[in-house]
């Protein structure tokens, strides 16, 4: 395993490429700890200890870092390790390690999130946000089924019709561009189309 190239990220970081291609990102001072030189082996047993052991931790602290400021999805965690380039390998490990202790529950991040959002959102805004933080969508149906079931989850017209009176709407003194731009809004807010027409024409 050779040392191919040393690109400088920072002033404290490098990025290793071993045999041609990206290995891990490392700080100057492990350079020096484990003789990393361009152009120069890299044994077998330093590479190891390198990803499974430096940056396994790391990439577990960076985890546990995040979920302390607020709940994330495993995919919203994954890219964070991502961006933070570290190998795949820690990457997994580091997600495994926070799942086991609950620490990220994609189940449970969505019943939070259905009772925070549902009251600014509708339910299909609420799911395209859901599926774009990665959460499975056979989860997210789960969520809502048991919101429905447990009487908590608003009726799509009967949120447009709390949105409309927040509003002040009154379609009898409305005019056309008024009406427009109240039917943009619910659909920006995630209301259906025919819901819209209904509530826009006996509002």
């Known amino acids: 395993m050779i040392v191919t190239r040393i690109e400088e990220l920072s002033r404290s970081r490098s990025r290793i490429y071993v045999d041609d291609s990206f290995a891990f990102v490392l700080y100057k001072g492990e350079l020096h700890l484990y003789g990393i030189r361009e152009g120069e082996e890299l044994n077998r047993e330093a590479f190891r200890k390198i990803t499974e052991e430096v940056l396994g931790q790391r990439a577990t602290r960076r985890c546990m870092e ?10 919203q965690l994954r890219d964070k390790l991502i961006q933070g380039e570290y190998p795949a390998s820690c990457i997994e490990k580091a997600v495994a390690y926070v799942k086991s202790y609950g620490y990220v529950d994609d189940a449970r991040y969505v ?10 959102k ?61 039917a943009a809004f619910l659909y920006r807010k995630g209301i259906g189309a025919e819901t819209i027409r209904k509530v826009l024409s006996d509002a």
């Open 111 to 120: 019943q939070a999130y259905i009772i925070s959002a549902q009251e600014k």
């Open 66 to 75: 995040l979920l302390k400021s607020r709940p994330y999805t495993e995919k």
């Open 122 to 182: 509708s339910r299909r805004a609420m799911e395209a946000d859901l599926l774009r933080r990665g959460v499975d969508a056979e989860l997210i149906r789960e969520a809502f089924l048991r919101q429905e079931e447990q009487g908590e989850l608003e009726d799509e017209e009967e949120l447009a019709r709390r949105w409309l009176k927040k509003r002040r709407f009154d379609v009898q003194n409305a005019d056309r561009a008024t009406i427009q731009k109240t």
